[in-house]
């Protein structure tokens, strides 16, 4: 065996079908900040293979450049129901440039996420211009939620809230398939 899948979905792409994968949405800056999303990737694969996890994982991973297609609402409900469908969602919040820095959708996702259940793992850069709004909200909707000032470091969160979420899953998929035996 070669280790743990993860796969990347890009905008549009179809939903994974198999049950037994793990799933991630990446959300976070995409207008006006530098393109983070690949290294994101890199570091969530990189700790997922470390971690010895058996589980594929799925990442959905957004972008505002969809080949041959206009902004759409295709694209916003497409990106409305990966966040709700994903077993973990990685918030990343990088500098921006000066004219607009804030990410409004990112933190109108970010706060509708922390309103629920959702696991998130939320990381800003240094830098970025809303992080101490950030850490003020998180800290009364979320208290004890880290957030951390690298993407690697939130990329480790997320790996952790996997694992959690495996160990879980592997267990009802114990059970059911014993209950199938019988």
């Not at 003020?136 to 969160?157: N, S, W, Y």
Request: proline share 7%; charged share 25%; glycine share 8%.
């Amino acid at each position: 065996m070669n280790g743990p899948t993860l796969r990347v979905v890009g905008s549009l792409e179809e939903f994974p079908s198999a049950p037994e994968e793990l799933t991630v949405f990446l959300a976070g800056g995409m207008r006006n900040c530098p393109d983070w999303r690949q290294e994101a990737i890199e570091s969530l694969a990189g700790q997922w293979r470390r971690a010895g996890a058996d589980r594929p994982v799925t990442v959905f991973s957004p972008s505002r450049v969809v080949p041959g297609r206009a902004f759409s609402q295709e694209l916003v409900r497409w990106e409305h129901d990966a966040l709700r469908s994903c077993d973990v969602v990685l918030f990343w919040f990088p500098r921006g440039n000066e004219k607009a820095p804030e990410q409004p959708i990112a933190l109108y996702e970010l706060g509708v996420a922390a309103g629920t259940f959702k696991t998130i793992a939320v990381g800003a850069e240094p830098g970025y211009v809303r992080r101490e709004d950030l850490r003020a909200q998180l800290r009364l909707i979320r208290p004890g939620l880290p957030v951390r000032e690298d993407l690697t470091a939130t990329a480790g969160d997320v790996v952790q809230a996997l694992l959690r979420t495996e160990k879980a899953l592997g267990g009802a998929y114990s059970a059911a398939a014993t209950l199938q035996a019988v």
